[in-house]
């Protein structure tokens, strides 16, 4: 689709109060955007549009500046693409809804294998522990972690890859000039930077409730399989999960701690059949996969105290006090230990406890 085609197609976005219902219902009828943008009052009666809406659609369209609006794309630095265009992600054409367009910052590459990540946005220690072994572990399995960039597991997602030199995709629900949450400014950069952000919304677009079930649909139709690690019974993270299953997509679930709310979710689907994860293998044999994957760093000592603090976390993951008790070594001896071993990259903490690095 060439550039004059799509300065309809954004103004037709906007016109339609970025829905993207509206607009799919519009350019099913008109495949070329010009004449999806001059319809007739009479289509849009036949389209089933309340009146509310046809009056606000005529109104607006007489107001829009075209060129405008698409030069504010362009100093945002945004690309926007159609399904029609060859950087479209193959599997989201699939979908029984497929977004009509893509507003785009950053670079999508057409045989990227993408995977999903979602989980709850109050992550408990647990939760920050596995995060970034098993999904960073994922993104040296030759996959493009997807996730929604908002608090909690997403952003642990978007790190875990960025943090191992791989790309990531965030898909939001707002428009490209919109960052939300706000803290999130400095992680969106590096994603557009490493990366891509997306959103079938216009910008401008406010972070409006029912705008995130419609990006959920987006993360779930592009990858292969998703994965949820922690999430409460009514987590937001299930209508991802649930939008894999709606499309024939595979459900990963990492188990939790039967008493934590934040277990509930993926115990529940896992229940539900979706596949437990407690190592990246488990997903990997899914999909038949064995090449690009590295195997786990064999963590070793460089001295006898560290060595003692490894076989001790190898345990599980303990807090300075349980490691003192263990190894039996001198408080200052532990504390300037662990402090060298977290420059190294051996071990990390979260919350209270130390584990180690994989």
Not at 43 to 71: A, H, V, Y
Not at 113 to 134: E, H, I, K, Q
Request: hydrophobic letters at 40%.
């Amino acid at each position: 689709m060439d550039e004059a085609q799509k300065n309809y197609l954004n103004a037709l976005n906007i016109i339609l109060g970025s829905s993207p219902e509206r607009l799919i219902k519009v350019l099913s009828r008109f495949s070329d955007p010009q004449d999806a943008f001059n319809i007739s009052r009479i289509d849009l009666e036949k389209l089933n549009f309340q009146k509310e809406t046809i009056e606000s659609f005529l109104r607006e369209r007489k107001k829009i500046n075209i060129k405008q609006e698409w030069q504010k794309l362009k100093e945002e630095n945004v690309i926007l693409i159609s399904k029609e265009d060859n950087d479209y992600p193959e599997l989201l054409k699939e979908i029984i809804k497929p977004p009509a367009l893509l507003y785009i910052k950053g670079v999508l590459l057409q045989k990227e294998r993408y995977f999903a990540c979602v989980g709850t946005r109050w992550p408990s220690d647990y939760g920050r522990m596995v995060a970034p072994n098993l999904i960073g572990d994922l993104t040296e399995a030759d996959f493009t972690i997807v996730s929604g960039m908002a608090r909690g597991i997403d952003n642990l997602a978007h790190k875990a890859a960025l943090s191992r030199g791989e790309r990531t995709v965030a898909v939001i629900g707002t428009g490209l000039d919109i960052v939300f949450p706000p803290e999130n400014k400095k992680l969106a950069k590096e994603i557009e930077r490493r990366g891509a952000i997306i959103s079938e919304f216009p910008l401008g677009t406010p972070p409006l409730k029912y705008n995130f079930p419609l990006r959920n649909r987006i993360i779930a139709g592009m990858t292969l399989g998703t994965l949820v690690l922690e999430g409460s019974e009514k987590s937001g993270a299930l209508i991802t999960a649930n939008s894999a299953l709606a499309e024939g997509r595979e459900v990963f679930a990492v188990p939790g701690p039967i008493y934590s709310k934040t277990s509930k979710a993926p115990n529940n689907l896992i229940k539900q059949g979706a596949h437990p994860v407690t190592k990246v293998s488990d997903i990997l044999s899914v999909f038949d996969l064995k090449e690009g994957f590295k195997k786990e760093k064999e963590i070793k000592g460089e001295t006898t105290e560290e060595n003692l603090i490894i076989e001790t976390l190898k345990r599980e993951p303990a807090q300075i006090e349980q490691i003192i008790k263990v190894t039996k070594l001198d408080v200052s001896k532990v504390s300037s230990t662990l402090i060298l071993m977290e420059i190294k990259g051996k071990v990390s903490r979260t919350g209270n406890k130390y584990f180690i690095n994989r």
